[in-house]
């Protein structure tokens, strides 16, 4: 669909296992975020949720008419990415999809929602493109938090294609999806604090729950890295209410990891 040397991928640390993998793919790297907007058509912002906040403050200036910006950040919604982009471009179009780690031996399994200003055409380029990985469908927006919990989650339950082609022992697949505090470490939780069979429903909507609380603690932008890190597993209710939160040319461009403030982690 792309070859490799038409897209660049971001990270401040050039030396993640992943960048490394990258570079032998032959993709352009570099640790600066607005290189890469600079000279890319379509961004896909690959960071935590808490992150996103910074990641368009930092780029936001560089967004321009030609520019899709792609979200791949679990509970970040498209009215909150739309706000923060308005002050610099108004009329920024915005897509928000969710994955999963199953697009390596392209069986993933992806769903996106088109924001105020996307096209059709653009949404078209999007399933082009991740289309090639497995599939990819789009969705109303209130849907993705329910995928998020099942699709984005489900490949730490138990992927057995994966797990027979990749070389990696079945628990670190697992780790691999889950992020401190994220959304399938709470699934995760339940699933091993009891059945696995009586607890799956609840682990998917644990998973959902977790989503809708990321998104909630990145509208106040109260929540940091630390924060996120000391969240207290145990805590979670189920039956508390959630809150509520590519281009044509070819130049597409990446951000699998990014720049945080200084002082900040990601």
């Given at each position: ?52 906040p910074f990641i368009l403050d930092e780029i ?28 610099f471009q108004p009329a920024p179009k915005v ?51 329910a995928v998020t919990g099942l699709s984005g ?114």
């Open positions: 669909v792309l070859a490799a040397h038409k897209i660049t991928a971001s990270s401040p640390d050039m030396d993640l296992a992943t960048v490394s993998a990258l570079r032998k793919l032959g993709v352009n790297l570099t640790p600066h975020n607005k290189e890469t907007v600079q000279h890319s058509d379509v961004l896909f912002l690959a960071v935590k949720p808490h992150i996103i936001g200036t560089d967004i321009k008419d030609r520019h899709i910006v792609v979200s791949c950040a679990a509970g970040v919604t498209i009215s909150s990415i739309e706000k923060k982009l308005r002050v897509i928000r999809c969710m994955t999963n780690t199953p697009v390596v031996v392209r069986e993933g399994a992806t769903v996106y929602a088109t924001g105020t200003h996307a096209q059709v055409e653009d949404g078209r380029l999007l399933e082009q493109l991740l289309g090639s990985v497995g599939f990819c469908t789009e969705v109303e927006e209130d849907l993705i938090d989650s489900g490949p730490a339950y138990g992927a057995a294609k994966m797990l027979l082609a990749s070389e990696q022992h079945p628990g670190q697949l697992k780790d691999n999806v889950c992020s401190p505090g994220g959304a399938t470490i709470h699934a995760l939780h339940v699933l091993e604090s009891g059945g696995f069979r009586s607890l799956l429903i609840n682990a998917v909507e644990a998973s959902c729950i977790r989503t809708r609380e990321l998104q909630s603690m990145a509208d106040r932008e109260e929540v940091s890295p630390a924060a996120i890190k000391k969240t207290v597993l145990d805590k979670v209710k189920l039956d508390s209410p959630a809150e509520d939160s590519l281009s044509p040319s070819g130049h597409t461009k990446l951000f699998p990891r990014s720049r945080a403030p200084a002082g900040k982690k990601d």
